[in-house]
């Protein structure tokens, strides 16, 4: 693929596992990792390959393999966040202004 870098191998250590339990393993992760379930931040191939590392026993991934996408997934959640309080915010306004605008021309309950 001309858009990725390989960059290095890493030794997570020795599976003790059968290629039979290894493949039950990897027919078992089936419905959690299917193609349409992809997130390039939450649920990446370094996120599988994550999984599929701790299902097989051999620990888990260094943690700079999943940093960025990690970053991004944080950054990314705090400018949904940020965005649904602006949208209140704008609903409490548009509120108050009725509320003022009805105050003024004697039209409060």
Same mark, same amino acid.
């Given at each position: 693929?001309?858009?990725?870098? &390989?960059?290095? /191998? +890493?030794?997570?250590?020795?599976? @003790?596992? /059968?290629?039979?339990?290894?493949?039950? +393993?990897?027919?078992?992760?089936?419905? !959690?990792?299917?193609?349409?379930? &992809? *997130?390039?931040?939450?649920? $990446?191939?370094? &996120?599988? /390959?994550?999984?599929?590392?701790?299902? #097989?026993? %051999?620990? &888990? #991934?260094? @943690?700079? %393999? $999943?940093?960025?996408?990690?970053?991004?997934?944080?950054?990314?959640?705090? /400018? @949904?966040?940020? +965005?649904?309080?602006?949208? $209140?915010?704008?609903?409490?306004? *548009?509120?108050?202004?009725?509320? %003022?605008? !009805?105050? %003024?021309?004697? @039209?409060?309950?």
């Amino acid at each position: 693929c001309p858009m990725h870098s &390989y960059r290095e /191998s +890493i030794y997570l250590g020795d599976c @003790k596992l /059968s290629e039979k339990q290894v493949h039950d +393993i990897l027919e078992s992760m089936k419905p !959690e990792w299917m193609g349409p379930t &992809y *997130d390039l931040l939450r649920k $990446n191939c370094c &996120y599988f /390959s994550e999984a599929f590392a701790v299902r #097989l026993g %051999v620990g &888990y #991934l260094p @943690k700079w %393999v $999943n940093h960025l996408a990690h970053v991004g997934a944080v950054l990314d959640d705090e /400018s @949904k966040a940020g +965005i649904h309080d602006l949208h $209140n915010l704008e609903e409490a306004l *548009d509120d108050a202004a009725t509320d %003022v605008w !009805e105050f %003024v021309h004697g @039209k409060s309950a």
